[in-house]
Structures are given as structure tokens and as C-alpha cells.
């Protein structure tokens, strides 16, 4: 053995003075845990000398899904050749022969020659998301539908069949069926989008049967025939689900921990697949979800590379243990969540790769929050500014967005968090409006950490919005403007329920406040972190909270001899 990765777990040794395994396989980390957060975490049931190879399978087969989804259409076929010419010559050179490709195809081709995966398999994948970018889905009945989810994810849950080792013939069979159901959750979960883009995965046997056709599917959502047409496909995936549940007797003992978690996970997913917003407003996800919202992740050292450009990032350094808890914990936390796209830029990812990422930063802010006792955590999702980056980056931003509210939800949900949407609501696409506010009524009841994201919001703005509502009040004769006091015009805020911040962090060694708050920030102490958004974990947040005991707050006024 040599090498590890920032798991911890030995990789097989290769020839060559400097493989890049290690590099590799913590990309591929960061992108299954960006890109999802329940196999991530079950990953960790495995035995450590399978992990980095479990994360290897996901992350190729979801960067490989992105290359077929994203980018111009024109460019998805030719890019996706490349990518399966890159990976397949690279396994031709022969198992001793060094690698020179990107990581998440340099850590699938090591997966691959360490535990001897069948490459036809492989290539099956390659060619299904090839023939997926080139053409718009069309499946007369439920076998080719079948044949597609195979050829997509079934094919990874096979090639995961070695790596949990098989103890049975059938194995490889009832993985692949796992990953079938895996797919069609994910066909489910995106049906609005994909309805709105003019794909639709579903078969034609179905959609004919219960009078319907894909280009009326968007006007029928809420119908009996379109929660009839979703209930089929899910009792179709329970049937598929409940033969592929078998592989946690047909694995190594080792691996089956892994395994029944994985069969629970996705009766869990179909579950939510008949609780979404789309078909059932109002009515909350099943979601069966751990009582923690994430997980605590180190970033080794020396894993990214440097920034080109005058400004070069240092590797990011694990942040020591900031010791026992805070002396003192401020009611409100406000966070600016920057370095999203430096993060994904030093990996060569997409700039929504570094948002997916981010997310997972803020389930662990959530987390120590409410470890900690803070009340209200606010954070900047997207401001009014933001609107000027370049409109595939936007759009990937809001897909991706409106995509993940329903699981965001029921997960905070869950763990008794609040959410409130803070911003203007006029410009966010119905849709997305819609799940939003779902997911304000859902968590509306909650008693534990109220949760603010700003989204679509610029602090000028605010008060541009605030002012045209005074005068209005003013020209109606129902408000004296020589008479108001602070307090009155705080109560034509966004939200006049959102306390004043006491601590504001920003990330990614920027020191500006954007814009951000600015009526709530006016006496709040403020910490500029260097850790990328990304990056930040507990001991990130535990370290501002210990920094703000330590200031003296006087708020203009004498200071106490208890804060002096």
C-alpha cells in the first residue's frame, strides 16, 4: 500500500513518480458530498479501504451526468466522446501504465485496475449518457425504460457490486437493480424540470393510458390522472427495489451496513417522490433523515492546487480544535458564504459544483449552530447583484435550487429548524417561488434555530423598498412621517420579525459586508474567515463565537463593567 486519501484509507500502490491519487480521490470526495447528502454519509459505513472507491464510482458517474446535462447542447455529445475516448485509452495502456488525465477519470481508472472492474460494463455507461446528449428520451413502454436506467446507473450500482464483494452469483444483477430504483427516483424528483426543458422519461404506454401526452404533463400536474401516473411509476420502483433489497444478504458482511443503509435510503426517496410540492402541495416529505443534518469533514493538506493568478490560494489547513465551548454566544449569526466558485475553479470543477458544495457547509453551520444555542442564522444565498453573472451560470444555480428545496426542507425540517425566505419574491421563477414558500409553511412551526436564506436581496434595495412603502402609508393618511422612530420604519422591512445581527462572518478572506443587511448589521461585530465557504465546519464557526465573547460591546454607549 502507499498513499492515503483524506478519508484516511490506503489506496493500492502504482508506478510513477507522482500518481496524483491522493488529489484524485479527495475531488471525488468533494463531489459525491457536494452533490448528495445521504450516500455520502453511509459511504462511511464501509470498511476504510473501500471508501475512496465508493466515492470514486458516485462522483465519476454524476461528472460524467453533468457532462451529458450542462453546457451548450451542442457541446454535450463531442465533449462526453472525449471524455469516454480519455477514460477508455487510459484502461487499454495496461494496469502498470501511469495516468495523466483529470482527477475524477484518473481515480476511476486506478478503481478499475485495483479491483479488476469489467470495462464493458463501464463502457455501457459511457455509451447510454452519450446517446442520452444527443437525443431528447423517448420510451414506448416500461422495458425501455428500463433499458435506459440500466444503461445510467444501473451500471455504477454493478460496478459497486465488486467493491462491496459479492459472496453470491447474483450479486452484480441485484446491485444493478438498486441503481435502477436510484434513477428512477431521480427521474421523478426532476419530472417538472426535465417537462419544462421537453424531456420526458416517462413511458408513452403510460402517459397514453391515463389520456395523457408529455407536452400536456405541465398543465396536468396536480390532476388525479398525473398522481396516478406518479403512483405507477413508484409502485413500479418498489417492485424493482424490493428483488435488488436482497444484495445485503449477497455481499460480505463487511459491506452490508452499507447496504441495508442503502435500501432504506431509497424506500425513504420513494417515498418523498409521492410528497414533493408538485404533486401534493402542502403536504410534508416522509423524509427518514439522521438526527444531524451533515457530517464533520477535514480538508487534508496540500490537496487543491494553487489559484493561477496574483492572488494564489494557499492549501487550506485543518482548523484546529478551538477547544470548549464559548463563553459567550451571540443570539444572531449572519454569514456571507464566499469562495463557492474559487473552490470549484482550484479543482477544475464547475462553478455549480462549488455551490453543491456549499450547501453541505451550511447544513454544518446549521448544525454547530444549534449545538451552540444560537437562536437565528441568516444566510446570503444570492443577492440582487448576482444577477449580472453570465446566464448559464445563473440558471445552473437556479435549477439546482429549485431541485434540492423539497430535501433541504424535510432535512431541516426534521432536525426542528425554521426556515424564512428573506428578499424580493417577484423575480424567482413560480416554480421555485412555490417550493420556497412550501418550505417556509412546512418548518413554520419549528421551535429550534430559525434558518434565513437571502435570496434575490440587496440591502439598498431594502430600503428603496421600505421608503416607497412609508410614502405610501404617508400619501394615505395612515402614517405621520414627522412622527417615525426607527422602530417604524424596521416594521416595513422584508421581515420586521429578523433581529439585529450580532455576529457577521464572511468567508474567503474578503473584507466587505456586499451590501448585505446593512439596517441589521449596524452594530454587529464582524470576523473575516480565509476558509473558502466550502471548507467551513464547526470549529470554523466555534472560533468566531469565541472571538466575539472576547470584543467589547458598547453600541456607542459607555461599556458595562460586566463587558468592559
Aim: net charge negative; with cysteine.
Amino acid at each position: 500500500m502507499s498513499g492515503y486519501t483524506g478519508t484516511g484509507s490506503p489506496l493500492i500502490a502504482e508506478r510513477g513518480a507522482d500518481t496524483g491519487l491522493e488529489r484524485a480521490f479527495e475531488v471525488c470526495r468533494r463531489i459525491h458530498t457536494g452533490a448528495d447528502h445521504f450516500s455520502p454519509q453511509i459511504v462511511d459505513l464501509l470498511p476504510a479501504h473501500k471508501r475512496p472507491y465508493a466515492h470514486a464510482l458516485a462522483a465519476f458517474g454524476i461528472w460524467a451526468d453533468r457532462l451529458a446535462d450542462e453546457g451548450e447542447v451542442s457541446e454535450r455529445g463531442p465533449a462526453l466522446a472525449r471524455f469516454r475516448a480519455e477514460t477508455l485509452t487510459a484502461l487499454a495502456d495496461g494496469p502498470g501504465a501511469p495516468v495523466r488525465l483529470p482527477p475524477v477519470q484518473r481515480a476511476m481508472v486506478h478503481t478499475v485496475r485495483a479491483w479488476n472492474l469489467p470495462v464493458p460494463v463501464l463502457e455501457e455507461l459511457l455509451t447510454t449518457l452519450e446517446q442520452d446528449s444527443r437525443r431528447p428520451p423517448d420510451f414506448p413502454g416500461f422495458a425501455d425504460l428500463r433499458g435506459y436506467m440500466r444503461g445510467m446507473s444501473g451500471t455504477v450500482a454493478e460496478l459497486f457490486g465488486t467493491v462491496v464483494e459479492p459472496v453470491r452469483e447474483d450479486t452484480p444483477e441485484l446491485m444493478s437493480l438498486l441503481g435502477e430504483v436510484f434513477q428512477y427516483i431521480d427521474i421523478l424528483h426532476d419530472l417538472p424540470e426535465d417537462l419544462e426543458q421537453g424531456r420526458c422519461y416517462l413511458p408513452r404506454q403510460d402517459l397514453e393510458r391515463l389520456g395523457l401526452d408529455a407536452d400536456d404533463l405541465i398543465g396536468a400536474r396536480g390532476t388525479n390522472a398525473y398522481r396516478e401516473l406518479i403512483a405507477l411509476q413508484v409502485r413500479r420502483a418498489r417492485g424493482l427495489l424490493d428483488r435488488g433489497q436482497e444484495v445485503v444478504d449477497a455481499a460480505h458482511p463487511s459491506s452490508r451496513p452499507f447496504l441495508a443503509s442503502m435500501v432504506a435510503g431509497l424506500r425513504t426517496g420513494l417515498d418523498e417522490c409521492e410528497y414533493l410540492p408538485a404533486n401534493r402541495p402542502g403536504a410534508p416529505p416522509r423524509t427518514a433523515v439522521p438526527a444531524r443534518l451533515s457530517q464533520t469533514r477535514k480538508t487534508p493538506v496540500g490537496v487543491l492546487p494553487a489559484v493561477p493568478g496574483p492572488r494564489q490560494r494557499q492549501p487550506p489547513v485543518p482548523s484546529p480544535d478551538p477547544g470548549g465551548p464559548p463563553t459567550a454566544v451571540p443570539g444572531h449569526v449572519a454569514v456571507i458564504m464566499d469562495g463557492n466558485r474559487r473552490w470549484a475553479r482550484a479543482l477544475g470543477l464547475a462553478a455549480v459544483e462549488g455551490h453543491m458544495a456549499g450547501e453541505e457547509a451550511m447544513y454544518r453551520l446549521v448544525d454547530a449552530a444549534g449545538d451552540l444555542g444560537i437562536k437565528y442564522v441568516t444566510t446570503f444565498a444570492f443577492s440582487t447583484e448576482n444577477w449580472s453573472r453570465s446566464s448559464e451560470e445563473v440558471s445552473s444555480l437556479f435549477r439546482m435550487f429549485t431541485r434540492r428545496v423539497p430535501g433541504i426542507a424535510g432535512r431541516l425540517h426534521a432536525r426542528g429548524v425554521r426556515m424564512r425566505w428573506y428578499g424580493r419574491r417577484t423575480r424567482v421563477e413560480p416554480e421555485l417561488r412555490e417550493r420556497l414558500e412550501w418550505a417556509e409553511d412546512l418548518t413554520s412551526g419549528n421551535s429550534g434555530t430559525t434558518f434565513t436564506f437571502c435570496l434575490d436581496y440587496g440591502g439598498r434595495q431594502e430600503m428603496v423598498d421600505a421608503l416607497k412603502r412609508t410614502v405610501a402609508e404617508a400619501l394615505s393618511g395612515r402614517l405621520d412621517p414627522t412622527r417615525m422612530t426607527e422602530s417604524d420604519l424596521a416594521g416595513y422591512l422584508y421581515d420586521p420579525a429578523l433581529p439585529d445581527v450580532d455576529l457577521l462572518i464572511r468567508t474567503a478572506g474578503e473584507q466587505r459586508t456586499s451590501n448585505f443587511l446593512p439596517w441589521h448589521t449596524a452594530y454587529a461585530e464582524i470576523l473575516f474567515e480565509d476558509a473558502l465557504w466550502p471548507d467551513f465546519d464547526r470549529s470554523h464557526l466555534v472560533r468566531a463565537v469565541n472571538a466575539y465573547a472576547e470584543r467589547r460591546r458598547s453600541f456607542g454607549g459607555t461599556l458595562s463593567e460586566e463587558s468592559a
